[in-house]
């Protein structure tokens, strides 16, 4: 099994890396070509809720899912204000068979209350 945790600053950080998408790619194919299970966690800031995709790198990531054949396994948002509903954080598998339980805990003293 390859597990990996990601996370993915806004564009507009000076931290956010320009090939990120790229790597994360060579690391899910080095993984899939080798049979292994993979599984993908972490805040890439790619609102997996949009149905269409406007940044360039949330659309490769949705392109990477499929092409790979990943499943989203959370489906709820994980952010929730007075503006706004998103989904940001993902845990992605091309096993989802294998994941036994999967979900968002409602937490009081979250940030996204």
Do not use: W
């Not at 800031?45 to 360039?56: F, P, V």
């Amino acid at each position: 099994m390859t597990l990996e945790t990601s996370y993915r600053p806004q564009a507009s950080s000076s931290y956010a890396a320009t090939d990120f998408m790229s790597i994360l790619e060579n690391c899910i194919q080095h993984a899939t070509v080798k049979d292994k299970e993979v599984i993908v966690t972490g805040d890439l800031n790619c609102d997996l809720l949009t149905k269409q995709a406007t940044l360039k790198v949330c659309k490769q990531l949705k392109m990477l899912m499929k092409t790979e054949n990943l499943t989203q396994l959370i489906s709820q948002p994980i952010r929730i204000t007075k503006h706004s509903i998103t989904l940001l954080d993902i845990v992605i598998t091309n096993n989802p068979a294998s994941i036994r339980d999967s979900g968002v805990l409602s937490l009081s003293l979250s940030q996204s209350l």
